[in-house]
């Protein structure tokens, strides 16, 4: 028996104002088509199918055509809602599409039922935690649960509870395991308090397909792990390798796991240097669609850094300047800004002009900025 | 053959700042007993099965119990989308849903495909044309139209090419049928333009199950009909008799249709008359939890009239003075707005002291008002 394990889908994400749709769907579509090659006998999604509670009708659409060519291809799809989602919205006739081969888990009342999956001699019993905080566990089982890891605890004793002994058990849980990697994609569950969990008590079941990490990995022991995102959702995810991770069991448990990767529409990179190098080296690059960062190391003011860039990288969704980033004019005593007015005017003629300001115009633009910049004077011009 | 039709749910819809769900579930229950008494075999929702596009997660809670208990049931529950529903989350997941008796028709691409209802002898055709503005169905057919009734005939051509001529077809559509009463509640679907669609392309099929207006009515005939909400939605409806439509088929066609009435956990009244009476009233009114707009004809200001009436009618929503009504300030000239001013003073101390001013009093309070409201003079006080 074959399974896919991914997470994190977060349909309808935005990247800095950029809509990734159609990289998700591209993704997506790498997960069936590994799917159907390997023959897999369910897809496995642990929560953050959606980017938001409220998704746009487009992400919306989306998902519906990827449940529909799972259902076509009669591979069973089971997923638990994540901190992103909405469980009353994604759980929307899960009762009725339960019996159509979609298994959407979101209720924490029903973390004891687990989803069967039978193939010749092997029965595999797959039981999902979907996200919840300590406040919804405290308030749905009135018990006194304080943080993320006792909440999950209470849930996991009821799995265990309700666990067939005779067969193996797959978990799946969406949240933040303790000590594992972060990016900057993924949202603080708990702002003070702790949003971790400990994997000791997760260690029993034959496999555990975590949700929330965007990096792949495994956590404790190697069959408690992360599959990742299917993208880059942030520029600290740049170096992740994403893809996706298949299963393979047997009637004594699991027998094998491997990282699939997945392919990006377009990839996300990190450029560093002077504006002038990177417009140069980017008009011999044929990544030049890619989602771009960069990092200026340029020391002097530009004008319009971002539609020059684009004009070479389209896509570059976002900039940091060091100069601006390690001198905040905050901070700078008053000469300090004087000398960086004057810096800008010059930089700024010269860009418009084509030449740099003559001896007498530097003196008349030091001079007015001399007086604009005195402390404590009526600065009227 | 036996259907309820239904239309205009609303769930989740919100009066003058009160949420309407319990009222929504409690009705919702009578339709589910009205089902079962009269052994139907469906169950038709005509559109706006919720009152905005992104629906809070009570409404699709309550939604989902409803779907629930119809699948309990095994009572096949037909809906389409109305100008309220967002057609792509109503939708998600229908092709899934349809094998489960849930069939939800929101896709204008797929108005030819009917779903079949079939009962010893008799097997009726239901198609359903969910609401679709003329925007989108030029966009989707690209065909010219430019308003509500050429997107309407486009669409009707499609079912009637489709309809099997030896069976009888029922058509559900949401739509603003031509000359139909209308409420505060609906929505207009077009300013300026025609919103309208006539009914006479319609009149060869066995019934037409309407959504949209909230008065149960038939237009052009009589088996043309808008079921109506189940419950009233604004105080424009507070005489509408509420309920649904009980249909009756057998193999040549529809033999009996019926108004089923709906009883609400509370009514909806309009109240006319002073505060005083009001207030006396409402003290024997035995029915002083319904929802209560009170028009107030009292001439003279009063102190904290919502508050004072919440006190006997606790689900007072709105309320109209007709003193503000039918005389705005901003319309009286400064004599009279100094009249009311002195009037004003004269009520508010009289409340409070439960006495009236003395001539003492009376004297300099006209005598400060007179100097406030003299024009183009400085007012500082």
Avoid at 118 to 145: C, M, W, Y
Avoid at 323 to 336: F, G, S
């Amino acid at each position: 028996m074959k399974l896919l394990h991914t997470a994190d889908w977060h349909l309808g994400r935005v990247l800095h104002h950029h809509s990734l749709l159609a990289d998700q769907a591209h993704v997506l579509n790498q997960i069936m088509d590994y799917a159907v090659a390997h023959q897999v006998d369910a897809v496995l999604v642990a929560g953050d199918i959606y980017d938001r509670s409220m998704p746009l009708a487009d992400a919306v659409r989306l998902l519906n055509q990827t449940i529909n060519r799972f259902a076509e291809l009669a591979i069973p799809l089971i997923m638990i809602s994540g901190n992103h989602d909405s469980a009353e919205r994604l759980g929307f006739a899960a009762t009725q599409l339960h019996k159509t081969g979609l298994h959407i888990l979101t209720d924490i009342q029903h973390v004891a039922e687990p989803v069967w999956l039978r193939k010749a001699d092997t029965a595999l019993q797959i039981f999902g935690i979907p996200f919840a905080d300590p406040e919804r566990v405290r308030h749905v089982f009135n018990q006194s649960v304080t943080d993320y890891d006792a909440a999950h605890n209470l849930l996991l004793d009821q799995v265990k509870a309700a666990r067939d002994p005779h067969f193996p058990a797959l978990l799946m849980s969406h949240c933040f395991v303790d000590g594992a990697d972060t990016s900057e994609s993924e949202k603080t569950l708990s702002v003070g308090g702790s949003d971790r969990v400990s994997y000791e008590p997760m260690l029993a079941f034959d496999y555990v397909a975590l949700g929330h990490l965007h990096s792949p990995q495994s956590k404790g022991a190697s069959h408690i792990r992360y599959a990742g995102s299917p993208l880059k959702y942030s520029f600290s995810e740049h170096l992740h390798k994403k893809g996706v991770t298949l299963l393979s069991f047997n009637s004594a448990g699991l027998v094998a796991q491997a990282h699939l990767p997945l392919q990006p529409l377009r990839e996300m990179r990190v450029l560093e240097g002077t504006l002038n190098v990177l417009l140069a080296q980017g008009q011999q690059d044929p990544q030049r669609d890619d989602y771009i960062m960069v990092r200026l190391t340029d020391t002097t003011a530009l004008l319009d850094p971002m539609g020059r860039l684009r004009e070479v990288y389209p896509n570059v969704l976002h900039l940091e300047k060091r100069l601006l980033q390690t001198e905040p004019l905050a901070q700078a005593n008053p000469n300090h800004i004087k000398l960086d007015a004057a810096q800008l005017v010059r930089d700024f003629y010269a860009q418009i002009q084509g030449e740099p300001l003559t001896d007498a115009q530097s003196d008349i633009i030091n001079a007015t900025l001399t007086k604009l910049l005195q402390p404590n004077q009526d600065n009227s011009l």
